[in-house]
């Protein structure tokens, strides 16, 4: 028998989530983010779940957005950071892919190379992350030379939010991005998970939901994933695979990092840092046993991690552990860890086998 760590993943609850952000797109078109092997959950499921409902995707890697048209996806596909050299180019129009054009290097390239079949493309502002982006300074001459490109065909304003899903928001880069772009008759995209949730108002004309849709809240200090109606997409599961009995004083795992301070049952779970789940996650992070809630144990080691079974006599050798998903939040573990739900996702290591919830 192999390993007994998997990771569930439920296409029908990744489809539910989707259709959630389209409802609050109202009319804007949703372009499910799929960047990253569709956040950890594969790229190839994401498509099974999206591949006829999705306006569009967007991701980064050329070799993905190949993959999605060999894969029959005729929807836009958009490069979240463009192209990266003038041979990416070629591949970009017949693929008909849409970039965002971010540096003045990209300009140049897209002047140079001329592509026979005119791209759309998305004009990426930075306004106020300081990330990818022009900004007042060069903003007006960059769409004014991708106007003059016989190789571009449409023109799409994009920009990025910062803290869409904290107490600051959007205002003050959405006032930036407004001056900007006064009296530009051309469609916008500005959202992320966080800020299409927060700030429907604000969605533009294509929003970009990424975290949501795998059904992690973007805002989880401020929303639960299940306050906003999302379901979990991901579940990382597992078995106990040893037990011990100590009694007070004898610690638990590498560095003893947890003492027993009377006597406890321990449960020793297959799954590690090397299975993606995070070493950072100190003693008391919440983890299923049985359906039953309790906590880590000490220092999470590469194959496996502890957790008490003490108020829990049933379990035992086998019963089954839930890490993080279906009847505990992500964004639950993920907090307690110090990080966000998006990391835990993304770390899934590839030694996990993944399999399909049937419905
Ligand atoms: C990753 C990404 C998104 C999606 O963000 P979420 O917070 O996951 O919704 C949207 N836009 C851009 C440019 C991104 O890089």
Redesign the pocket.
Known sequence: MPRPIRAVIDLAALRHNYLLAKRCAGSARAFA?V?ANA?GHGLGLALCALGDVADGF?L?DLAEARALRAAGIAQPIVL??GFFEPADLAEVAALGLTP?IHCEAQLAMLERAAPATPLDVLL?INSGMNR?GFTADNFAAALARLRAMPGVRGITL?S?FAR??DEVGIGAQLTVFKTLTAGLDLPVSL??????LRFPEAAGHIV???????G?S?MPDLQSAEAIGLRPVMTLASEIIGVQEIVAGQQVGYGGSFAADGPMRIGVVACGYADGYPRHAPTGTPILVGGRRTRSLGRVSMDMLACDLSHLPEAGVGSPVTLWGEGLAADEVASAAGTIS?ELFCALAARVPVSVREA
């Open positions: 983010v960047k956040y967007a980064l979240l950071e965002a990426k990818l994009m990025h869409a899903d959202a992320n998970s966080a800020a299409l970009r939901p990424g975290i949501m849709l795998y992690g973007p998006y």
